[in-house]
């Protein structure tokens, strides 16, 4: 079979590292629902500080978070401007319309950007017919674009559409430590535009479980109230916070090798007949395969029978994810398996 198993699907898989399993173990913990789980308070209080919010919320997961921001900045029946690729949109199994009763308004970006213009011409004006606009939301780096960094002037572009309009800005930071190391800036920087931000200790931060939610704290105080409502009360929590804690303080500066990494596997890639690769900013390397005659999922299928993974994006799409539990060999290994399987040895 093969010798090496490569798992680039995403970098959700990463395992928790010793040192965040000795802090799990040795956790001080209490029940959360009380507020007396002095890890999670802690989390809930560098997260905030370290995005220059007011207060944290931890979350069960990014998908979580971004729904209870939804829930919390709108009203049943508004609507929401999203980018028509972006997770919410795309991942998140309309839980926003189930679960919220919102309408969610996707406008085509360009590498995962908005158009400034054209999300103030869809914020709804008063007229009976016409839904409210609750809420406006971006997702830096963009996943489905290829974990693209939205640039710093066309966000500022719309959060002052946004607070000309009195609309809330959430961003879906899921990743938003690699856009922050890959650009040299403080996510600090990154974030001061929204009204709120989630972001993932459990991506390429290598946490096991868990997001942060961050913003004003009266409205962290009712985002408590809907993550209790979904069941997302986790009382001793501080076992999973404990992790997350070792994620912000040691796995932050790392991302950058992992962007190397991606630097290279699209380099080599790039090399090959009948792939045409995006040039990654961050992480994820999106390749075109079509021209290898192969679809993306018969690709996919094809290159974990020599143990490497990948996930098809779209039928000619493959995305590649580096992270933390890759390194350089196991990039050299993937792209000698790509070879291979373009070959047809
Ligand atoms: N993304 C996952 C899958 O759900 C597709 C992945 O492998 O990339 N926002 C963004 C931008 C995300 O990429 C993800 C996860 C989430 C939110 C949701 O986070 P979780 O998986 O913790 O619910």
């Given at each position: 079979?093969?010798?090496?198993?490569?798992?680039?699907?995403?970098?959700?898989?990463?395992?928790?590292?010793?040192?965040?399993?000795?802090?799990?173990?040795?956790?001080?913990?209490?029940?959360?629902?009380?507020?007396?789980?002095?890890?999670?308070?802690?989390?809930?209080?560098?997260?905030?500080?370290?995005?220059?919010?007011?207060?944290?919320?931890?979350?069960?997961?990014?998908?979580?978070?971004?729904?209870?921001?939804?829930?919390?900045?709108?009203?049943?029946?508004?609507?929401?401007?999203?980018?028509?690729?972006?997770?919410?949109?795309?991942?998140?199994?309309?839980?926003?319309?189930?679960?919220?009763?919102?309408?969610?308004?996707?406008?085509?970006?360009?590498?995962?950007?908005?158009?400034?213009?054209?999300?103030?011409?869809?914020i709804?004006?008063?007229?009976?017919?016409?839904?409210?606009t609750?809420?406006?939301?971006?997702?830096?780096?963009?996943?489905?674009?290829?974990?693209?960094?939205?640039?710093?002037?066309?966000?500022?572009?719309?959060?002052?559409i946004a607070a000309r309009h009195n609309l809330p800005?959430?961003?879906?930071?899921?990743?938003?430590?690699?856009?922050?190391?890959?650009?040299?800036?403080?996510?600090?920087?990154?974030?001061?535009?929204?009204?709120?931000?989630?972001?993932?200790?459990?991506?390429?931060?290598?946490?096991?479980?868990?997001?942060?939610?961050?913003?004003?704290?009266?409205?962290?105080?009712?985002?408590?109230?809907?993550?209790?409502?979904?069941?997302?009360?986790?009382?001793?929590?501080?076992?999973?916070?404990?992790?997350?804690?070792?994620?912000?303080?040691?796995?932050?500066?790392?991302?950058?090798?992992?962007?190397?990494?991606?630097?290279?596997?699209?380099?080599?890639?790039?090399?090959?007949?009948?792939?045409?690769?995006?040039?990654?900013?961050?992480?994820?390397?999106?390749?075109?395969?079509?021209?290898?005659?192969?679809?993306?999922?018969?690709?996919?299928?094809?290159?974990?029978?020599?143990?490497?993974?990948?996930?098809?994006?779209?039928?000619?799409?493959?995305?590649?994810?580096?992270?933390?539990?890759?390194?350089?060999?196991?990039?050299?290994?993937?792209?000698?398996?790509?070879?291979?399987?373009?070959?047809?040895?």
């Amino acid at each position: 079979m093969y010798d090496r198993r490569v798992d680039l699907r995403s970098d959700t898989v990463t395992k928790p590292t010793p040192e965040m399993r000795r802090a799990m173990y040795e956790a001080e913990v209490g029940d959360d629902v009380y507020r007396e789980d002095p890890t999670v308070n802690r989390l809930e209080e560098v997260g905030a500080a370290r995005l220059g919010k007011e207060a944290g919320l931890f979350v069960t997961s990014g998908t979580q978070g971004n729904l209870i921001a939804i829930l919390t900045h709108t009203q049943p029946g508004q609507e929401v401007i999203l980018e028509q690729e972006s997770h919410i949109y795309y991942y998140e199994v309309a839980g926003s319309a189930l679960i919220g009763g919102v309408q969610l308004r996707p406008l085509q970006g360009k590498d995962g950007a908005l158009d400034p213009a054209e999300v103030e011409a869809s914020i709804r004006p008063d007229n009976i017919h016409y839904p409210d606009t609750g809420l406006i939301v971006l997702e830096n780096t963009h996943n489905r674009a290829g974990g693209t960094i939205i640039p710093g002037e066309n966000i500022e572009a719309i959060a002052r559409i946004a607070a000309r309009h009195n609309l809330p800005l959430h961003l879906d930071g899921a990743r938003i430590f690699n856009a922050a190391i890959a650009l040299g800036k403080p996510v600090v920087e990154l974030a001061r535009p929204f009204t709120s931000v989630m972001f993932c200790l459990s991506k390429g931060l290598g946490a096991p479980v868990g997001s942060l939610l961050v913003g004003p704290r009266d409205w962290i105080e009712k985002a408590r109230k809907w993550r209790k409502r979904l069941g997302g009360g986790m009382r001793q929590a501080g076992i999973l916070a404990a992790a997350g804690l070792v994620a912000l303080e040691k796995m932050v500066d790392r991302l950058a090798e992992d962007h190397e990494n991606a630097r290279r596997l699209a380099e080599g890639l790039g090399n090959l007949p009948g792939l045409s690769v995006v040039p990654p900013q961050t992480n994820m390397v999106l390749v075109d395969v079509s021209a290898t005659g192969f679809s993306a999922p018969t690709f996919v299928a094809r290159l974990a029978q020599y143990g490497v993974l990948a996930v098809d994006m779209s039928p000619s799409k493959v995305r590649f994810v580096t992270h933390k539990d890759v390194d350089r060999e196991d990039i050299e290994y993937a792209l000698r398996a790509v070879e291979k399987l373009i070959k047809g040895d």
